[in-house]
């Protein structure tokens, strides 16, 4: 399975057993992304509040 990356449009693998919240990092652009629903499929980029 797997979901373009938001930043790079490279197919990210998500593993089957990833659960919502989950953070995966991008093989091409090393962004960082967060599984953000399972069903349907949305991975989003991970962005740490910092202020
Ligand atoms: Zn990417």
Redesign the pocket.
């Known amino acids: 399975m797997t979901t373009p990356?938001p930043?790079?449009t490279?197919a990210?693998p998500i593993p089957a057993d990833a659960i919502e919240g989950e953070l995966l990092v991008?093989d091409?652009?090393a962004?960082e992304l967060e599984l953000v629903s399972r069903t349907p499929l949305r991975i989003e980029v991970f962005e740490e509040e910092e202020k």
């Open positions: 990356c930043e790079c490279t990210v991008c091409h652009c962004v």
